[in-house]
């Protein structure tokens, strides 16, 4: 079991930043894949980047060229880092591990959420 606790979230203004933090509790960090997703009220979850075990990135096209995801193995971490935020980046994100042990065999955890909030 892995937990994931996720932290940076806050209230800022629009056009502002933040950096959220997620930090997986295992020493197996490094095969995962990891990404961040966000659910605003009323909303499905979306995905908003992952990051590959290998470091390659994807992002939802909503957020391209303002967000990057990234990660340290050495501290069991990934990141977001938010710029030139926009009111409808407000949800709650969530981390989240992701690694296939095989086609039958998947492992995915979620972290329990920090909300950001963007105002006008």
């Known amino acids: 079991q892995v937990q994931l606790v996720e932290s940076g979230g806050g209230l800022v203004q629009t056009g502002g930043s933040l950096r959220l933090s997620c930090a997986a509790s295992?020493?197996?960090?490094?095969?995962?894949?990891m990404g961040w997703y966000r659910q605003a009220p009323g909303k499905q979850r979306e995905l908003v980047a992952t990051?590959?075990?290998?470091?390659?990135?994807n992002y939802a096209d909503s957020v391209k060229g303002r967000f990057t995801i990234s990660r340290d193995n050495a501290k069991n971490t990934v990141f977001l880092q938010m710029n030139s935020l926009k009111p409808e980046d407000t949800a709650v994100y969530y981390c989240?591990?992701?690694?296939?042990?095989?086609?039958?065999?998947?492992?995915?955890?979620w972290g329990q959420g920090t909300q950001v909030t963007v105002s006008s």
């Open positions: 295992t020493s197996a960090f490094s095969i995962y894949a």
């Open positions: 990051i590959t075990n290998r470091g390659t990135t």
């Open positions: 989240n591990a992701h690694f296939a042990w095989s086609e039958d065999i998947i492992s995915d955890y």
